[in-house]
């Protein structure tokens, strides 16, 4: 089957070569379609996932209709030819989704490739709009174009960078990588609506493609050959954008001396062969692993249309828990228990001795967001928080979880009440990795689960726990959202900070972000239930 993936498409585009009907440009395309598109998914297909299994039902038939557009002359047949390679490149998108999903809004790396392939399905419905003489707005010859803008830009450069982010991925990776996935569609946006948005697009893509350039000879490969081979690759673009500037801003000045036949024969052959073809063959000397794999213990327990504290009907255990833990000295070394104040240690250990006063503060800007999650949370009764910043007891309860329905070790659930309505039910437990130990929490929702992975670190004799990759850059920290076998890691992080007063109360601040951006900060002030309290 391995001989069949790489023979075939060789083959084929060898038979459109000497035979094809077309123009020598189509080649162009056609080397992507037929042979570096099916080249490249050979490098990230998972052998026994459905897409591997799938995959000759569906790339064989397309490949075979785009050599038979080639070699016939305008058929009525073409049309439904580029509409089956339309179909294959829609089914690598839905790879390319079903790949997001297992890994969500982390490792930008794995998330580069997957957007590659979800590109992907843009170059299949420009193609198809090309072959079926749909109008776009444009020239036949630019909707071509951006067909293979996408097969190559979009596709095939984010794959590239995606490999050299499993090899080097430094602080900047991330700014480099983002850029050169924003650039697909600022150049759409610039060609139909705007030649400053069209300029200024390739600006970015020629920072972010002379930042792979130096990142990719920055990377230390296990062959020199391959390392060659990949620096070359990304080089043929440094050279072909600074056409692609002269080209722009001949658009914009109206001074074309440089034109499109002209891009066709250097930019177009340099693509192709220098970028494309040279980078796929180094990168497949030595394919890079992936370590975007979620290994911690995920709870088995979802919910149905609502949650509340009836879900601990069915899974509730035997055994009794006073506390969200048993005992603080399970997170040492990163914690000390016998320098951490007492009242941290003391709350964690014997929650259920404690009363909870909390004020919810919703940013401004997340209000109207705010206001409509609140309508479904209620009916749903999970993380229903007040939209009123006043402040309002929190009651609390620790509940055991039969830990065969749960999956995991020790669960216990905690529901907390506002006015005898649940506002949450969580169920907590820890798991270990490299030596530190994890706050493991899953929040059931409807037929899925919110989970949360805290790492815990010692300030002082003060406590902060945290979804931020604060000290281990390999830590399984995050948030996840689980459904089915996907997992997926959300673009939210959320941190607590819990200090002891001198008077033996606990503050604990609670601080969410989504995309970096902080949305929710809520105030605990927690008290034993044998203090004196206003």
């Known amino acids: 089957m391995n001989a069949l993936k790489t023979s075939l498409p060789i083959t084929l585009f060898l038979l459109v070569v000497f035979f094809g009907k077309g123009p020598w440009h189509v080649l162009l395309l056609t080397a992507a379609q037929i042979v570096y598109v099916p080249l490249t998914l050979k490098l990230i297909m998972t052998k026994g996932d459905w897409f591997s299994k799938f995959y000759p039902y569906i790339s064989i038939p397309a490949y075979l209709s785009i050599t038979l557009i080639q070699l016939t002359t305008n058929t009525e047949w073409d049309v439904l030819f580029a509409a089956i390679y339309l179909l294959f490149t829609f089914v690598v998108a839905l790879y390319g989704l079903d790949r997001f999903l297992m890994i969500?809004?982390?490792?930008?790396?794995?998330?580069?490739?997957?957007?590659?392939?979800?590109?992907?399905?843009?170059?299949?419905?420009?193609?198809?709009?090309?072959?079926?003489?749909?109008?776009?707005?444009?020239?036949?010859?630019l909707t071509w174009l951006t067909a293979i803008h996408f097969h190559y830009s979009a596709f095939l450069l984010p794959f590239f960078v995606g490999f050299l982010g499993r090899v080097y991925k430094p602080q900047s990776y991330s700014l480099i990588t983002s850029i050169i996935l924003l650039a697909p569609m600022i150049v759409a946006v610039g060609i139909t609506f705007s030649t400053v948005i069209e300029l200024l697009s390739v600006i970015a893509y020629m920072i972010g493609i002379y930042g792979v350039i130096h990142l990719s000879c920055q990377a230390a490969f296990l062959r020199t050959l391959q390392k060659w081979l990949v620096c070359l690759s990304f080089a043929a673009l440094g050279i072909t954008i600074l056409f692609s500037l002269l080209y722009a801003s001949g658009n914009l000045f109206g001074s074309h001396s440089i034109s499109i036949d002209f891009m066709l024969r250097f930019h177009g052959i340099v693509n192709a062969i220098g970028f494309a073809l040279t980078g796929i063959i180094g990168w497949s000397i030595s394919?890079?692993?992936?370590?975007?794999?979620?290994?911690?213990?995920?709870?088995?327990?979802?919910?149905?249309?609502?949650?509340?504290?009836?879900?601990?009907?069915?899974?509730?255990?035997?055994?009794?828990?006073?506390?969200?833990?048993?005992?603080?000295?399970?997170?040492?070394?990163?914690?000390?228990?016998?320098?951490?104040?007492?009242?941290?240690?003391?709350?964690?250990?014997?929650?259920?001795?404690?009363?909870?006063?909390?004020?919810?503060?919703?940013?401004?800007w997340f209000k109207p967001v705010a206001i409509i999650y609140r309508l479904i949370s209620r009916f749903v009764k999970q993380i229903d928080l007040p939209l009123s910043s006043r402040q309002i007891e929190m009651t609390g309860e620790i509940f055991a979880i039969n830990d065969d329905k749960d999956g995991r070790a020790n669960t216990r659930a905690w529901v907390r009440k506002i006015k005898g309505e649940v506002v949450f039910v969580a169920l907590y437990s820890t798991h270990e990795k490299d030596r530190r130990t994890y706050m493991n929490i899953s929040l059931p929702l409807p037929w899925s689960s919110m989970i949360g992975i805290l790492e815990l670190n010692q300030i002082?004799?003060?406590?902060?726990?945290?979804?931020?990759?604060?000290?281990?850059?390999?830590?399984?920290?995050?948030?996840?959202?689980?459904?089915?076998?996907?997992?997926?890691?959300?673009p939210i992080e959320e941190q607590f900070h819990v200090k002891e007063t001198t008077d033996g109360i606990l503050v604990a601040n609670h601080i969410m972000w989504i995309f970096s951006i902080p949305f929710l900060k809520i105030e605990y002030h927690i008290y034993h239930h044998e203090d004196v309290h206003q």
Request: aromatic letters at 14%.
């Open 287 to 364: 394919i890079p692993p992936t370590t975007a794999k979620w290994t911690f213990p995920i709870s088995k327990i979802t919910g149905k249309h609502v949650i509340g504290e009836n879900i601990l009907v069915e899974i509730g255990g035997n055994n009794h828990y006073q506390g969200l833990i048993d005992h603080m000295s399970l997170y040492e070394p990163d914690i000390d228990r016998q320098t951490l104040a007492p009242r941290i240690v003391d709350f964690y250990e014997n929650t259920n001795e404690y009363r909870l006063f909390t004020k919810v503060k919703w940013q401004a």
């Open 104 to 141: 969500g809004f982390t490792h930008i790396e794995e998330f580069s490739i997957n957007m590659a392939m979800m590109y992907l399905a843009m170059g299949g419905i420009w193609y198809f709009a090309y072959t079926a003489n749909i109008d776009t707005g444009f020239t036949p010859m």
């Open 460 to 490: 002082g004799n003060e406590l902060q726990l945290s979804s931020k990759k604060v000290h281990t850059p390999n830590a399984d920290s995050g948030i996840y959202l689980a459904f089915k076998h996907w997992l997926v890691k959300l």
